[in-house]
């Protein structure tokens, strides 16, 4: 259920920075994914991260 949950807030955020941007450029979406690409890497990254994190401490606990 946990990982159901982390995906689905990974895919919220990603989404929602494409959104934005989509919104305030009015440019295509190939643009914009080519633009954000940096951000969408970064977020998954820190995602992994902080689950590797809570995982570690939850089996530690």
């Known amino acids: ?3 159901l949950i982390s995906a689905w807030s990974y895919i919220a ?3 929602g920075i494409l959104l934005a941007e989509k919104v305030s450029t009015k440019a295509t979406w190939w643009n914009i994914l080519k ?3 940096w ?3 970064l977020v998954i990254f820190v995602g992994l991260i902080a689950s ?3 995982k570690y401490y939850k089996s530690n606990k």
């Open 35 to 37: 633009s954000e690409f």
């Open 39 to 41: 951000e969408i890497i």
């Open 52 to 54: 590797a994190i809570i």
């Open 1 to 3: 259920m946990e990982k």
């Open 13 to 15: 955020i990603i989404v």
